[in-house]
């Protein structure tokens, strides 16, 4: 089994599925980013479906949006699209996967939460097996160089801090 989440070979399945999923957020940010999208609409919908016999929506989320979200539209406009533009293209190029398969799982919970089904399951179940596969879909990518590099940064930087501190215990009596 963990052959089948890092295995080199098989990493080239992980990369078309994130790529896959990758190509799925940018088409949709680039239409809303690009196409004049207003949440306002879908907000009002979303708080309505809070109630009746059998609400949709939980109560919490409805009050949330209704008292966050709605007032800062324009704000939410914006995050959303771009958001989904970043989560794309971070996906196709394998760049900072994790976080953007973070925020898209972030994101389609919270299209789940406020009632809209359509294929944010489907797109929520990639991200997560992506997620426990993270090493085989991050191996064909920028990740692949950028991770150890990061890494290297950060390990060169504790060393430098270490070597610069003095020992403020040196010439102490034990």
């Not at 999923?21 to 479906?49: E, N, P, S």
Request: net charge positive.
């Amino acid at each position: 089994m963990k052959k089948l989440f890092d295995e080199r070979v098989i990493g080239i399945l992980w990369a078309v599925l994130r790529i896959w999923l990758g190509v799925q957020w940018l088409q949709a940010g680039w239409h809303k980013a690009f196409g004049g999208f207003d949440a306002t609409g879908f907000l009002h919908g979303a708080i309505a479906k809070a109630g009746g016999e059998a609400p949709i929506v939980q109560g919490w989320y409805a009050a949330f949006l209704e008292n966050v979200a709605l007032p800062n539209v324009k704000l939410f406009n914006v995050m959303i699209a771009w958001g989904e533009v970043l989560v794309g293209i971070g996906l196709i190029l394998g760049a900072l996967t994790i976080p953007a398969l973070i925020a898209a799982g972030i994101m389609n919970l919270n299209f789940l939460w406020a009632g809209t089904i359509a294929t944010n399951p489907t797109l929520l179940v990639t991200a997560f097996v992506l997620l426990i596969a993270w090493k085989g879909a991050t191996y064909w990518g920028v990740d692949r160089f950028l991770i150890p590099t990061v890494k290297k940064a950060i390990q060169n930087r504790n060393q430098h801090k270490m070597t610069k501190t003095p020992n403020v215990h040196a010439g102490q009596n034990a």
